[in-house]
């Protein structure tokens, strides 16, 4: 079982940048996928940005250019720093991580951007 550690969110008004940090804890394999999702009031899970140790990233079209996903294999940690926030950003991210058959995330950090 793998523990994931949200950290970083908060409340940032329009326009302004915020980082969140995922750290995973366990048994962190050696190839794994770690990632952010998000989650507005209302709506579905959705996709941020995913990077794979081997560093392949996927991000969602509505956040290309703007988030920037980074990852330290060594420390098994994830973090995606978020620049010109606008309000339909706001919403509860989630760090996630898969391996083989896991899929587990973390318990989410609130991201809530003021106009």
């Known amino acids: 079982q793998v523990r994931l550690v949200e950290s970083g969110g908060g409340l940032v008004q329009a326009g302004g940048s915020l980082t969140l940090s995922c750290s995973a804890s366990?048994?962190?394999?050696?190839?794994?996928?770690m990632g952010w999702y998000r989650q507005a009031p209302g709506k579905q899970r959705e996709l941020v940005a995913t990077?794979?140790?081997?560093?392949?990233?996927n991000y969602a079209d509505s956040v290309k250019g703007r988030f920037t996903i980074s990852r330290y294999n060594r420390d098994d940690k994830v973090s995606l720093q978020m620049k010109g926030l606008e309000a339909d950003v706001t919403a509860g991210y989630y760090c996630?991580?898969?391996?083989?058959?896991?899929?587990?995330w973390g318990r989410g950090t609130r991201v809530t951007v003021s106009s």
């Open positions: 366990g048994e962190v394999l050696s190839f794994n996928i």
């Open positions: 996630n991580i898969v391996q083989g058959i896991q899929n587990n």
């Open positions: 990077m794979s140790t081997r560093d392949k990233i």
